[in-house]
């Protein structure tokens, strides 16, 4: 029997290019120099900071702790969640273009905290409580090709200082991280780094307003601003 080829897996170059801009509309971006890029993944390190780390009450790895979001996590909004409580953690992000780090920008990595600690209590993954939609918030980024050992976060709530942290506070370093990564996951264009959190973290509220900030020495690089919204 004659079998006839499904148009997606067709070879008309045509039907290929309107698949690809179909996949793409259906994705979330960030913006890099005010361009839309589209992760695929985002590389989170979790345990990168010794005060986090104690303020946990977790053991300080041997290794860099590596988990994922997907893309269907990236947001530029803060959500509220009524049924369980969500901590807010500020975190230096880079873009990997090339197998480089090419871009920073400030991220939050969004995480329900009771849900998190029950899981980890039965060994299982994390995903329930950090790969959620929304559970991944970025600013727009900056191209950044220089030493990453100036860099520095900042992340302000109604305008008190919550969290400070950077390159001299991390455990694992941005390029470290990188070939950690690499050692056994490909990158695609346009991936992002989640390089962990400094201490100081805790749950976000409705109309609490949020201002990170990106450094380089001095010089500020990124800012973003967001107020939760109220959940109505």
């Known amino acids: 029997m004659r079998k006839t080829k499904s148009p997606r897996f067709g070879s008309d170059q045509r039907t290929v290019e309107a ?13 890099l120099d005010g361009k839309e890029v589209f992760p695929s993944k985002i590389i989170c390190i979790g345990r990168n900071y010794v005060d986090h780390i104690k303020e946990l009450g977790n053991e300080i790895p041997k290794q860099p702790v590596i988990f994922l979001k997907p893309n269907s996590a990236i947001s530029t909004e803060i959500h509220s969640n009524k049924p369980a ?12 273009i090339n197998d480089e780090l090419a871009g920073v920008g400030f991220g939050l990595d969004l995480t329900k905290r009771e849900l998190q600690s029950a899981l980890k209590a039965k060994g299982l993954p994390w995903e329930r409580s950090k790969a959620f939609d929304g559970a991944a918030v970025f600013s727009e980024f900056v191209s950044f ?25 991390m455990i694992n370093k941005p390029d470290d991280i990188l070939a950690e990564i690499n050692g056994f996951m490909s990158f695609e264009d346009g991936d992002l780094i989640m390089t962990g959190t400094p201490a100081g973290v805790g749950s976000i509220k409705p109309g609490d307003r949020f201002a990170g900030k990106i450094f380089n020495n001095d010089r500020l690089l990124v800012r973003a601003d967001w107020v939760v919204d109220t959940g109505a």
């Open 19 to 31: 698949i690809k801009r179909e996949d793409l509309k259906n994705m979330k971006f960030i913006k």
């Open 145 to 169: 090709h220089g030493d990453t050992r100036p860099l520095r976060l900042e992340l302000y709530i109604n305008e008190q200082l919550i969290q400070q942290g950077g390159y001299g506070l």
């Open 85 to 96: 409580a969500i901590h807010f953690e500020g975190e230096m992000t880079f873009v990997v």
